[in-house]
T-cell receptor
C-alpha cells in the first residue's frame, strides 16, 4: 500500500482564492511527522509546513495551513489568498517513528489563474 | 552559506560513460539521501546514509554506487550510463527526530544522449 497518496494530479485556482491540496497517509506507527514541500518550475524543493502526529492543533505558516484529520489519516494543505507565485508542484511526505526514511506522494501540480 | 550543495548542476553525457555527482551539507546533519526525480516528477528514494553508514538501499541498478567519505558528504557514482538514467537527482539531508524536515540540494539534471 502507498504510504502517501495525493489524488489530485493537477489543480487550478483563481488568484486570491483559497485552495486545498489533498494528502492521505497510511501508517500503523503512532508517532509520525507530515511535511509539505513546494517545487516551483525552477526545480528546487522548498519545505513549507510540518505537522506532528501528537500535535493538538493544526499547523500554520503564513498563508499555509494544514488541515490535519488524524482519524481519517489526512493532512491536507490549505493555501489562502493564492498568488501567481504559488503555481508549482506540491508534495506531501511522511516520516515514521524513529526512522530516517521520508515517504513522498506523487505530487499535485497547482496553477494559479490571474 | 548554502545548506546542501550539489555539483554539477547540469550533466550531459554519452551512453556508456561513467559520471559522479557530489553532494555536501554544512548543517551538521547525520543523515543524507539521494533521490531520483523522473520526467513525471515522481521522487524516488535511492539511498540513505546515516553517519557514513548505508541505511536505505532501494532497488536501483548496481551501476549506481553511493560513497560517503564523511558525514557531510554523499557522492553518487554512476557507471555505464543508460538513456533511462536521464533525470534530476536530488541530494538531501536531515537531522534525526520525527519533526526534522529534509533539506534538499538544488538538484543535478542528468541528460544521457
Amino acid at each position: 500500500a502507498q504510504k502517501i497518496t495525493q489524488t489530485q494530479p493537477g489543480m487550478f485556482v483563481q488568484e486570491k482564492e483559497a485552495v486545498t491540496l489533498d494528502c492521505t497517509y497510511d501508517t500503523s506507527d503512532p508517532s509520525y511527522g507530515l511535511f509539505w514541500y513546494k517545487q516551483p518550475s525552477s526545480g528546487e524543493m522548498i519545505f513549507l509546513i510540518y505537522q506532528g502526529s501528537y500535535d493538538q492543533q493544526n499547523a500554520t505558516e503564513g498563508r499555509y495551513s494544514l488541515n490535519f484529520q488524524k482519524a481519517r489519516k489526512s493532512a491536507n494543505l490549505v493555501i489562502s489568498a493564492s498568488q501567481l507565485g504559488d503555481s508549482a508542484m506540491y508534495f506531501c511526505a511522511m516520516r515514521e517513528g524513529l526512522g530516517n526514511q521520508f515517504y513522498f506522494g506523487t505530487g499535485t501540480s497547482l496553477t494559479v489563474i490571474p | 552559506d548554502t545548506a546542501v550543495s550539489q555539483t554539477p548542476k547540469y550533466l550531459v553525457t554519452q551512453m556508456g560513460n561513467d559520471k559522479s555527482i557530489k553532494c555536501e551539507q554544512n548543517l551538521g546533519h547525520d543523515t543524507m539521501y539521494w533521490y531520483k526525480q523522473d520526467s513525471k516528477k515522481f521522487l524516488k528514494i535511492m539511498f540513505s546514509y546515516n553517519n557514513k553508514e548505508l541505511i536505505i538501499n532501494e532497488t536501483v541498478p548496481n551501476r549506481f554506487s553511493p560513497k560517503s567519505p564523511d558525514k557531510a558528504h554523499l557522492n553518487l557514482h554512476i557507471n555505464s550510463l543508460e538513456l533511462g538514467d536521464s533525470a534530476v537527482y536530488f541530494c538531501a539531508s536531515s537531522q534525526e527526530g520525527l519533526y526534522n524536515e529534509q533539506f534538499f540540494g538544488p538538484g543535478t539534471r542528468l541528460t544521457v544522449l
